[in-house]
């Protein structure tokens, strides 16, 4: 497992942009699939963003999509959620995940499969 801190969340006013970062610990960071998830007030937590090893291979939630953009910087353990064109209903609880490290590459966007959280980060968007 890995330590995860998020930071950036923040108010904002609906279409306006915020950008999230997660500090992840330990060495072999590079090996780990990196996910965002979110949880509103009496919701579940969902899936919002993941990223695979390399940057490469990453899938979005269909309410995200074209808005959002996950990203990550092996050489500084940290991955990234920019969010723009920021809607009320993305108002949120926002966490960082992790599973890892793997033998092979593989992304996954079932909150069962991720096994180190954040402490989360809260993000409101005003209308």
């Known amino acids: 497992q890995v330590q995860l801190v998020e930071s950036g969340g923040g108010l904002v006013q609906a279409g306006g942009s915020l950008r999230l970062s997660c500090a992840a610990s330990?060495?072999?960071?590079?090996?780990?699939?990196m996910g965002w998830f979110r949880q509103a007030p009496g919701k579940e937590r969902e899936f919002v963003a993941v990223?695979?090893?390399?940057?490469?291979?990453?899938d979005y939630a269909d309410s995200v999509k074209g808005r959002f953009t996950i990203s990550r910087d092996n050489a500084k353990n940290t991955v990234y959620l920019q969010m723009n064109s920021l809607k009320p209903e993305d108002t949120a609880v926002y966490y960082c995940?992790?599973?890892?490290?793997?033998?092979?590459?593989?992304?996954?966007?079932?909150?069962?499969?991720?096994?180190?959280w954040g402490q989360g980060t809260q993000v409101t968007v005003s209308s």
């Open positions: 995940a992790a599973y890892g490290p793997q033998a092979i590459p593989k992304i996954s966007t079932a909150l069962r499969a991720y096994d180190s």
């Open positions: 330990g060495r072999t960071f590079s090996r780990y699939t």
């Open positions: 990223i695979g090893w390399s940057g490469g291979d990453t």
